[in-house]
C-alpha cells in the first residue's frame, strides 16, 4: 500500500484549494448535461466515469492485495449515502437552479464539518476557530452579492443544503473508517459504493418508467462535459480532497469551500462571463478565515483524533 509521505499544513492546504478548483470546474459542466440526462441516470454516468479511472489507477499503484483488504461493505455504506445520495441531490439542486447558487449553498459545510468534530471527536471550540468560521460565512455571503442565483430559496436550495450534509458526513467517514488504506483507496472504494447504489437506482427508476436519456441529444461537447465532471470534477478531486481532510479534519478543510463561488465565476470568465472584484474580495476572506482557524486552534490530523478518541 502507498502512503503519503506527510504533509505540511501549508501543502495540505494547497492541495484543498486544488481541490476546490478542480471541483468548480464541474459546475459550469453540468449544465450541458442537465438536459439531456436527469438527474438520477447524470450521477450514475459521473460515478461511473470516476470509478473507471480510480479503480485500474488504484490496482496498478497498490496492487491487488489492497483491492483484497479494502472493506467494500462498508464503501458500499459510506459511498452510497455520503456520495452518492449527496451527489444525486446535488444534480437535482442545479437543475432547479444554477452553478453560483449551488456553490453559495456550500457555505454551510464548514459550520456541519465543525459541528460534526465537536460532536464525533471532541473538537474544543475556540476564540480563533470561531472567528475562522465567520470570516469564512462572511467570504460566502459576500459572494452571494445580495442575490442567490436564478432558483431562490426553493426545493433545489434545500436539496442542495441536504447534499452537503450528506458530502460533509461521507468525507469524515471516508477517512475514518478506512484508516488503513491511502487516500487514492479510501476514494476509491467510496465512490465504487456511490456508484453501485447510483447505477442500480438510475436502472430501477428507468424499468419503472421514469425519464429516459435523451441519448441524440449527447454530442462531443456533452461528452467533453462529462469527462470533466466525472474525471476532474470528482475522480481527481476527490482523491485530493480525502488528502486534505485525513490532515487537516472535516472542519478546517470544509471552510476552503466558501471560495468555491470565487472559483465557478472563474471558469465562467473563461466561458465569456464577466469578472466580479466582489467575489475576489470574498475568496480573500475565506482564505484569511482558513488562516485564522488554523494559526491558533490545535493542529490535530484526523489520526491524532482518531488516537485520542479510539471508540469515535
Same mark, same amino acid.
Given at each position: 500500500?502507498?502512503?503519503?509521505?506527510?504533509?505540511?499544513?501549508?501543502?495540505?492546504?494547497?492541495?484543498?484549494?486544488?481541490?476546490?478548483?478542480?471541483?468548480?470546474?464541474?459546475?459550469?459542466?453540468?449544465?450541458?448535461?442537465?438536459?439531456?440526462?436527469?438527474?438520477?441516470?447524470?450521477?450514475?454516468?459521473?460515478?461511473?466515469?470516476?470509478?473507471?479511472?480510480?479503480?485500474?489507477?488504484?490496482?496498478?499503484?497498490?496492487?491487488?492485495?489492497?483491492?483484497?483488504?479494502?472493506?467494500?461493505?462498508?464503501?458500499?455504506?459510506?459511498?452510497?449515502?455520503?456520495?452518492?445520495?449527496?451527489?444525486?441531490?446535488?444534480?437535482?439542486?442545479?437543475?432547479?437552479?444554477?452553478?453560483?447558487?449551488?456553490?453559495?449553498?456550500?457555505?454551510?459545510?464548514?459550520?456541519?464539518?465543525?459541528?460534526?468534530?465537536?460532536?464525533?471527536?471532541?473538537?474544543?471550540?475556540?476564540?480563533?476557530?470561531?472567528?475562522?468560521?465567520?470570516?469564512?460565512?462572511?467570504?460566502?455571503?459576500?459572494?452571494?452579492?445580495?442575490?442567490?442565483?436564478?432558483?431562490?430559496?426553493?426545493?433545489?436550495?434545500?436539496?442542495?443544503?441536504?447534499?452537503?450534509?450528506?458530502?460533509?458526513?461521507?468525507?469524515?467517514?471516508?477517512?475514518?473508517?478506512? /484508516?488503513?488504506?491511502?487516500?487514492?483507496?479510501?476514494?476509491?472504494?467510496?465512490?465504487?459504493?456511490?456508484?453501485?447504489?447510483?447505477?442500480?437506482?438510475?436502472?430501477?427508476?428507468?424499468?419503472?418508467?421514469?425519464?429516459?436519456?435523451?441519448?441524440?441529444?449527447?454530442?462531443?461537447?456533452?461528452?467533453?462535459?462529462?469527462?470533466?465532471?466525472?474525471?476532474?470534477?470528482?475522480?481527481?478531486?476527490?482523491?485530493?480532497?480525502?488528502?486534505?481532510?485525513?490532515?487537516?479534519?472535516?472542519?478546517?478543510?470544509?471552510?476552503?469551500?466558501?471560495?468555491?463561488?470565487?472559483?465557478?465565476?472563474?471558469?465562467?470568465?473563461?466561458?465569456?462571463?464577466?469578472?466580479?472584484?466582489?467575489?475576489?474580495?470574498?475568496?480573500?476572506?475565506?482564505?484569511?478565515?482558513?488562516?485564522?482557524?488554523?494559526?491558533?486552534? /490545535?493542529?490535530?490530523?484526523?489520526?491524532?483524533?482518531?488516537?485520542?478518541? /479510539?471508540?469515535?
Amino acid at each position: 500500500m502507498l502512503q503519503p509521505r506527510r504533509l505540511t499544513t501549508l501543502s495540505a492546504n494547497l492541495i484543498c484549494m486544488a481541490s476546490m478548483l478542480v471541483w468548480a470546474a464541474g459546475l459550469p459542466a453540468a449544465e450541458l448535461l442537465i438536459g439531456p440526462l436527469t438527474p438520477l441516470p447524470l450521477t450514475a454516468l459521473r460515478m461511473l466515469t470516476a470509478l473507471a479511472l480510480l479503480l485500474p489507477l488504484w490496482l496498478a499503484l497498490e496492487g491487488l492485495q489492497s483491492l483484497r483488504r479494502a472493506s467494500w461493505t462498508r464503501g458500499l455504506f459510506v459511498g452510497g449515502i455520503g456520495f452518492g445520495l449527496g451527489a444525486y441531490l446535488l444534480v437535482s439542486a442545479q437543475s432547479l437552479t444554477d452553478p453560483i447558487t449551488i456553490a453559495v449553498i456550500t457555505a454551510a459545510m464548514p459550520v456541519i464539518g465543525i459541528t460534526l468534530e465537536c460532536l464525533l471527536d471532541g473538537r474544543r471550540l475556540s476564540g480563533a476557530l470561531i472567528l475562522g468560521v465567520a470570516l469564512s460565512l462572511c467570504g460566502g455571503l459576500i459572494s452571494y452579492g445580495g442575490k442567490l442565483g436564478s432558483g431562490g430559496f426553493g426545493i433545489g436550495a434545500l436539496m442542495a443544503v441536504v447534499s452537503v450534509v450528506c458530502y460533509t458526513w461521507g468525507s469524515r467517514a471516508t477517512v475514518k473508517s478506512f /484508516p488503513d488504506l491511502s487516500p487514492l483507496g479510501r476514494a476509491t472504494v467510496t465512490l465504487a459504493g456511490a456508484t453501485a447504489v447510483t447505477t442500480l437506482a438510475a436502472g430501477l427508476q428507468v424499468s419503472l418508467g421514469g425519464p429516459y436519456p435523451d441519448w441524440s441529444a449527447i454530442g462531443l461537447p456533452q461528452i467533453v462535459a462529462l469527462l470533466i465532471y466525472g474525471i476532474g470534477a470528482l475522480a481527481v478531486s476527490q482523491v485530493l480532497w480525502i488528502i486534505s481532510v485525513g490532515h487537516l479534519g472535516i472542519g478546517v478543510a470544509s471552510l476552503h469551500g466558501n471560495a468555491t463561488p470565487f472559483y465557478v465565476m472563474i471558469f465562467l470568465v473563461m466561458l465569456g462571463g464577466s469578472w466580479s472584484w466582489t467575489q475576489a474580495l470574498a475568496a480573500g476572506i475565506v482564505v484569511l478565515g482558513v488562516l485564522v482557524a488554523q494559526g491558533r486552534m /490545535p493542529r490535530r490530523t484526523a489520526e491524532t483524533i482518531r488516537r485520542d478518541n /479510539p471508540m469515535s
